[in-house]
């Protein structure tokens, strides 16, 4: 058994964490690759992993969701891979080996924000070649296992899995977003996604982020209709939507009193791993614990 599969078969739920970019944003951050702060701004990273543990998280995750050559390529960081990935898991580490309850440290994978062929220029091989080369650091770093997350497209998750798996024996789970009418914006439907994920050799599959709680239950509702005995669901949904204040700062109109509401109903369905997404903070996640 795996230390994942053992964390939450002997646990009656596990308690993710929230969002990251909302809480960076919140610190300040305003442009440039997120994960450069886990070199520049290493108090303010840690500072955030803290909070989550405070408010009962019993995972953490890495600020890295952004760390392939791809993602940082964008910002002009390409060659900051290693770097910028092992900082990340290495803070987490620290704050998780000093909490009063154990926390696992999920070394986070995003999407590379590139189209495969034929829709686009990324081969296969390239994709994994870059997943392998995050998941090696994420590891020299520290973590406990791999979160694949946020992924549209089933041969993006395929070439996550079989790259990470190159680097590293540790542990993989995996979540898609259903933003786009209860399907991923590749078409792909929560129930398609709990076998091809299956089929890949995951246990600990669902879905993040998305279109809030309601959606979220939805999706979800679907996928424990056909996930075999032996899946761990993942549910980590945004707090709610995405408004503009007067000030035009953006905020998310899930409270924390919403999001107590999805934690009990999300352990109702049987997910035994539930956290938030976008919006999500410290705050969110102690409501949801009390709720737990």
């Known amino acids: 058994m795996d230390k994942l599969i053992e964390f939450l078969s002997t646990r009656p739920f596990v308690l993710g964490d929230g969002a990251m970019g909302t809480m960076l944003h919140a610190a300040g951050l305003e442009s440039g690759a997120p994960e450069a702060w886990n ?10 992993y803290q909070a989550y543990v405070d408010a009962g998280a019993q995972v953490i995750t890495t600020n890295t969701f952004g760390g392939t050559r791809y993602r940082l390529d964008g910002h002009g960081q390409a060659g900051r891979v290693a770097e910028l990935n092992r900082a990340g898991a290495a803070l987490a580490r620290s704050v998780a080996d000093a909490a009063g309850h ?14 495969f062929e034929p829709l686009g220029t ?5 994709a994994r070649a870059a997943f392998a080369e995050q998941a090696a650091t994420l590891a020299a770093g520290g973590v406990d296992f791999f979160l694949i997350e946020t992924m ?3 041969e993006e998750v395929q070439a996550a899995v079989e790259g990470i798996r190159t680097a590293s024996d540790l542990p993989i789970a995996a979540t898609m977003t259903f ?4 399907r991923t914006m590749m078409g792909v439907k929560p129930t398609q996604a709990v076998q091809a994920l299956y089929d890949l050799g995951l246990r600990v599959i669902g879905a993040n982020c998305g279109n809030g ?16 005995t032996d899946v761990y669901l993942v549910a980590q949904s945004n707090a709610g939507l995405p408004k503009v204040g007067p000030d035009d700062t ?15 109903k999300m352990r109702e369905l049987g997910v035994h791993y539930i956290g938030g997404c976008c919006g999500t903070t410290p705050a969110h996640i102690a409501a949801m614990r009390e709720a737990l």
């Open 152 to 154: 549209s497209a089933l």
């Open 39 to 48: 070199v520049e701004r290493p108090d303010v990273i840690r500072g955030i």
């Open 102 to 115: 154990p926390v696992l440290v999920a070394g986070d994978i995003g999407p590379t924000g590139e189209l």
């Open 213 to 228: 709680p309601a959606e979220t239950e939805q999706i979800i509702a679907q996928m424990v209709a056909v996930k075999p």
């Open 179 to 182: 933003d786009t009418h209860l």
């Open 122 to 126: 990324l081969t296969a091989a390239d």
């Open 250 to 264: 953006i905020h998310f109109d899930g409270t924390p009193e919403i999001m107590a509401v999805y934690a009990r």
